[in-house]
């Protein structure tokens, strides 16, 4: 896939941003699980959704707010403030609105392929796997 420019990734609505994000991560996480544990689907599947959950999401984002660029900071923002109309089962809105910003900032970096970033940030929210 193309990637596109940091002017028409900031142009995207937030809730796009991390729809994109939440995939990222999910495939990152479950890549990683799958080479270094090689458990079966069901324990598996427990396993990426302790990282991936809006709980864990927010764990992340909150170790990572200081460091954010001013870009990044921008995006998760955006994200915060953006009008959500579901809710994360389980999780206080609080934290679904700061996991819909992780999401967003991680889809913001994977379009604009700042890829050595974009891994920062996904080793990062390793620190939250819960081994089942």
Do not use: C
């Not at 764990?59 to 809710?87: M, P, V, W, Y």
């Not at 609105?97 to 994977?110: D, N, P, Q, S």
């Not at 604009?112 to 620190?127: F, G, Y």
Request: charged letters at 25%; aromatic letters at 10%.
């Amino acid at each position: 896939m193309e990637k596109i420019s940091k002017e028409t990734a900031k142009q995207m609505q937030p809730l796009v941003l991390a729809m994109i994000g939440d995939s990222v991560q999910t495939l990152f996480v479950r890549e990683y699980v799958a080479k270094n544990y090689g458990f079966k689907v069901n324990k598996m599947n427990k396993v990426v959704s302790s990282v991936v959950k809006a709980g864990a999401q927010f764990k992340t984002f909150k170790k990572l707010e200081n460091e954010l660029s001013a870009e990044e900071s921008d995006i998760a923002g955006r994200a915060r403030n953006t009008h959500i109309h579901t809710k994360a089962k389980n999780f206080s809105y609080t934290e679904y609105i700061y996991a819909t910003a992780l999401e967003a900032v991680i889809g913001y970096l994977y379009l604009t392929n700042e890829m050595e970033r974009l891994n920062e940030i996904l080793n990062k929210s390793l620190e939250e796997i819960e081994i089942i």
